[in-house]
């Protein structure tokens, strides 16, 4: 819900031009990126259901917040800006304890359960991104108020799992730093951790950050679309990933990860190459689909792969990692595709940007030994 009523908001209400999207998807991305390496320290420390529960409750009240301003009328660009820091400053603690919990409970087939869990939560960002198509009819304050209670439901839900105790494994020092550079060692020396991370970096610098500034753009500037077409492609994507999850779920997961994971990405590349053809907005939101279905082969991989390499006496700081390689590159990604869209047009920088991911794509096939990864 989030996705599309932020977008809609910044692209279609205040009509902002390719920069100004740029620096607001960027304020969601930024905080995750700054703080979530502590994040994955509290996720080892802390009891990561009670991290969970208290944190989205307080997700909630930025989202009443803004709520309040669309109201009055009287919210700008600012206000969308601290709205997405103070999100973003929320996510960098609630992902990597989502994580560790995952890892506690997945048993031994843990792809099974990381596909599992892909294909749920991209089942409820596909139909997040459907109800905020509404906004159109009903308004943002009421989509914005029903975001909130979607929010503190799922605080109730995890209130009701049983209590779990800090990592066990995890040794205490006396300083945080110590402990966060401990999980950032373990990465670097770990082929089967630092192989995947230079993907993933790529992932958010050349499919994320693009994906979250030029579609709005495309949909409004190309297609004069408004909230229920911009819900529409961006419901695409996690159809896709659902698509493929189940699928994976169903043979019983891939043995060759790292080199899915490649192919998966060179497929994405083509599939935003042909978005940037120009495509009608059907062969737009097909398109967004496909590249879903190769997005659930690298997530569901790339995922695996880092869960069973992650050791367990640094596995929230580990996990982090993973998830700080998204939101290391999507700022990045975010506010290149503002620049490059507005010199050179937004269908034109979608071929920049799958050029770039096809390049390091071939890089890394021939430079590490990503492609035999199992």
Not at 356 to 370: E, K, N, P
Request: hydrophobic fraction near 55%; charge should be positive; include cysteine.
């Amino acid at each position: 819900m989030q996705s599309v009523l932020f977008s809609w908001l910044v692209v279609v209400v205040l009509h902002a031009p390719a920069e100004q999207v740029s620096v607001a998807q960027t304020s969601a991305m930024l905080p995750t990126l700054l703080l979530i390496l502590i994040g994955g320290l509290a996720a080892d420390r802390l009891d990561p259901r009670s991290v969970l529960v208290r944190l989205q409750a307080l997700a909630a009240v930025p989202v009443l917040v803004l709520a309040a301003f669309v109201a009055g009328g009287s919210f700008g660009l600012m206000h969308l800006v601290l709205f997405g820091i103070s999100i973003g400053t929320i996510s960098a603690f609630t992902m990597p304890a989502r994580d560790a919990l995952l890892s506690r409970v997945a048993g031994d087939n843990l792809m099974h359960a990381v596909t599992m869990l892909t294909a749920v939560q991209f089942g409820a960002q596909a139909f997040g991104s459907l109800i905020a198509g509404a906004a159109g009819r009903v308004g943002g304050t009421a989509m914005l108020c029903l975001q909130a209670a979607v929010l503190l439901s799922g605080s109730l839900a995890l209130s009701r799992l049983p209590p779990s105790e800090p990592n066990p494994h995890a040794a205490r020092s006396r300083s945080p730093l110590h402990d966060i550079a401990a999980g950032l060692r373990e990465v670097a020396r770990t082929p089967k951790l630092r192989a995947p991370i230079a993907l993933v970096l790529a992932v958010g610098s050349f499919f994320v950050g693009p994906f979250m500034v030029l579609f709005p753009l495309l949909v409004r500037d190309v297609y004069q679309g408004g909230v229920g077409d911009l819900s529409l492609v961006l419901m695409m994507f996690p159809l896709g990933t659902i698509a493929g999850s189940v699928s994976l779920r169903t043979i019983g997961g891939i043995r060759r990860k790292g080199l899915a994971a490649l192919l998966a990405l060179i497929f994405g590349a083509l599939n935003l190459a042909a978005v940037g053809i120009g495509l009608p907005f059907s062969g737009m939101v097909a398109a967004t689909f496909l590249w879903g279905l190769g997005g659930s082969v690298f997530i569901n991989c790339s995922r695996t792969l880092y869960q069973e390499a992650a050791p367990p006496a640094h596995r929230g700081r580990v996990l982090s990692v993973y998830q700080l390689g998204f939101m290391g590159g999507a700022p990045l990604g975010a506010l290149l595709a503002g620049q490059i869209g507005q010199h050179i047009g937004s269908l034109h920088a979608l071929w920049v940007f799958s050029a770039a991911m096809v390049l390091f794509v071939v890089l890394s096939w021939m430079f590490t030994d990503l492609a035999g990864m199992e």
